[in-house]
Each structure stands twice: as structure tokens, then as C-alpha cells.
């Protein structure tokens, strides 16, 4: 069953009373409740067999509510889409502090995983930069919460993938909003120099707003492809450099700044480049509008959608490796592993774990400094070949493996597992306090069973 239909107004009330009535009904009900966002869940999470599937964008449309002073916030519903609080604060100069690269997705569905994008390093991920919650509680009860009232509810709710309750509404911290971005690209062909220098720029007070990277490789004309966003500073040698047969490493980096503060931004920028050890020839530089710069990826997406090769299999795989472990990962599987890159972006970049809450249920590796490697596949329908639903797979699964038979202390961010020996195995021992706030906040196993973490009427292991 799908209630999408309802209507904005009565949808926070229809929540609480479909999700109160199956509590009502008992361990001897089958029903259970997932709540959808934008559809990015992987794997069938966002479904429920035979249950209620609560379309949460139906919840946009309710007002947001912009607080302007020291500590500006904006209360807003969890259905609402990251780019529509972006649009609705940019009216008020303001806008959230952390992101993820696509912004066309649900508060709710961010929250209930993380939210990790290139300013991670600085602010944390969204999780990190929220005040205040309302959620509906697999008991059926609407409940206020933050990091001083119903806190482990709170807590449990930041990253606990929709197990403990619904997000209906949050408070999301804010920041005066830039007016233009100064948007950088840089090339290494040695992995240790590329990483050395992104531990660099995340450590201490970095020039720069937003840190990412990307894997290249064996891909042809990549810098003329670059030269449709971004202009060389070196036309001359970078129109000899040649991308072909080759694994290279991809340094973004971002500078916020108004107009007016042009000319010190430029020098602060050319010195922190001067520092950093990329290839001079491959540095391209792009000027452009704030919203223009998040929204980067669903620019991409139009262009994608109009030929037909977005509403495809998208079979990703986002994993968080420990600094430690991050030069035997990335030379056994962008050595061996992959031999191109040509079925989507491969992101890697660190974040501090700093700033990160642990006592929300995200879990990280154990270290100071991590990385976030996303393989952002999208495979071609019907294709038996390199770039079909299978051989990614196949190649997903190997990835996997190999972090398991080496002991990297690798954990999946948007986690996907069969069986809840994996999901335990995932926890570790934060495992019995997740079990612990299931029992307390959805006792029956209600919602989001497509986790497949718990089931309906089964006993929880600790």
C-alpha cells in the first residue's frame, strides 16, 4: 500500500495513526511500515513485502520555518529535499552547513544514514549538524527529541537507518551562504603523494571548503572532457597530457567566497596550491554560483535522464576504509580489482572521525582519519558485458571479500547485509545497543524492514 496521496496536512497525523494502529494490533500482525524518501535506497531497503510503504516527499509543502540570529536553524519536515531548503535559504543568505554530493534527496533519508559529501571534513556529515528531531516511534508515539531531551532516541535515530522511528520534521543548523565557488581540479599518478596531500587539507585550518577525489582509470581525452566546466590554467601543456591506459587520481577542492573578496581569495588559493604536489599541467579551475556548485550532480542527472540512462540498476557500493589500510586497498583494487572506470565515479577522500558523533549509530572505522570510497556504478539493462548488472556485482563482491580476507576494518556506509549475523558482525560491539534501542523504541520490528536487520515476531540475538 502506497499513501502518497494524502494530503500535506493531514500526512504527519496518517503516520502516527497507521504506524499506532499495527502497534496497536499486536506481535500477531504481519504489517510493518517502511518509509520511502526519493528512492535512493539500495537493495530494496525502502520496501516493505506485504506492508505499508509511506511516500515521505508527500510531507513537502509544509512550511519551513527559518530562525535568524547567532545560531540560525530552520525547522523543516523530514520529506523535504536537501536543494529546496538550499533554494528557501539562499532567500535569508543562509544555508546548511553539510551536504551530500546530490542534494535531491529527503531530510529524513540522509539522517537516518549519515549524509557525507566534501565538507565532512570540517563540519562532520549531516548527522553532526542537527538540533532537534520529531519522530514517530514504532510504538506509535510522536516524540520531540535532541541531544538534552530524549537523547538516546535521538542519537539512535542519526544514522539508524529508519529502526528506532520516522523523522517527520528536523532542525538543521545553518551558515551564512556564499555567493560563488572557486572550484578546482588537480591530477596525481602516485597514490601515496595524492593522499598525503588530502590528509594535508583536511588537517588544521584548511583554505579550502570542500575536499574530495576521484579514481581515473584507463579513460581517454579526460582533460578535453574537463575543458566543457573548466578552464586549464595551462592550455598549452595540458592539451599534451594524455589520460589514456592510465590510473590517475583526481584532487576536487572548493573555495567559498563573496565577489567582493575576489582578490584575497585568489592569493589564499594560489598559495595553498603552490604547497600541494599534483601534476602543474592538469590544474583546472571553474568560477561558479554557490547553488550551482552543490547542485553539480543533478545537472549531470538531466543530462543523463534525457537519454534514457538514468532510470537504470545503480548497484553502488560505499565503503569506509581506515587510514591505515587505505594504500592496501587501493593497490590491490584499483590495481587488480577494476580495470576502468567507465561504468561511473569511483569518490575517495578522508574525514576526520573527530567530527563525528559516536554516540549516534553510525559506525566507523576505528581511527582518527578515514575514507570515504564510493563506487557509483550504473549498470546498462540486459547487458551480459563489463558494464551489466552481474559483472558489477561480481566485481562489488570481490571488492568485499578481499577487505574481509585482509582484515582492513573496512565498514559499509548505506550498509547492505543478508542476514543479522552480517548486521551484527557490521556493529560489532556497539551491536547491543542497537539491539537495546530497538527493544525500547520498536519492540514489534514495525518499520524499515527492508534492512532486514530484525524480523517481525522473531526473538533479537545480543
Partial sequence: MDISTLSNFTMQLKILAIVKHIWQMGPGS??????????HSLQGQAQAHGGIVINMKSLQGLKMQFHIGNLPYVDVSGGELWINILREGLKHGLAPKSWTDY???TVGGTLSNAGISGQAFRHGPQISNVHQLEVVTG??????????????LFHGVLGGLGQFGIITR???????????????????TDFATFIRDQEELISGESTFDYVEGFVIINRTGLLNNWRSS???????????????????????????FNRDETAVVNRE???SLSQLNHI???????E????????????????????????VPHPWLNLLVPRSKIQTFAQQVFGNILTDTSNGPILIYPVNKSKWDNRTSVVTPDEDVFYLVAFLSSAVPSSTGTDGLDHILIQNKRILEFCEIARLGVKQYLPHYSTQGEWKAHFGSRWEVFVRRKSSYDPLAILAPGQRIFQKAVPYSQ
Fill in 30 to 39: 504481519d504489517l510493518t511500515v517502511a518509509a520511502r524518501g526519493h528512492g
Fill in 103 to 105: 542534494l535531491h534527496l
Fill in 139 to 152: 510504538k506509535g508515539e510522536v516524540v520531540t527529541c535532541s541531544g538534552k531531551q530524549n537523547s538516546d
Fill in 170 to 188: 528536523a532542525r538543521i543548523s545553518l551558515e551564512p551562504a556564499p555567493e560563488m565557488v572557486k572550484w578546482i581540479r588537480v591530477l596525481y
Fill in 230 to 256: 573548466f578552464n586549464p590554467q595551462d592550455p598549452v601543456q595540458a592539451s599534451k597530457f594524455k589520460s589514456d591506459g592510465r590510473t590517475l587520481f583526481c584532487l576536487e577542492l572548493a573555495k567559498y
Fill in 269 to 271: 588559493i594560489h598559495s
Fill in 280 to 286: 602543474p599541467s592538469t590544474l583546472f579551475v571553474s
Fill in 288 to 311: 561558479v554560483p554557490y547553488i550551482e556548485f552543490l547542485d553539480r550532480v543533478h545537472i549531470s542527472e538531466i543530462k543523463l535522464r534525457s537519454k534514457g540512462l538514468w532510470e
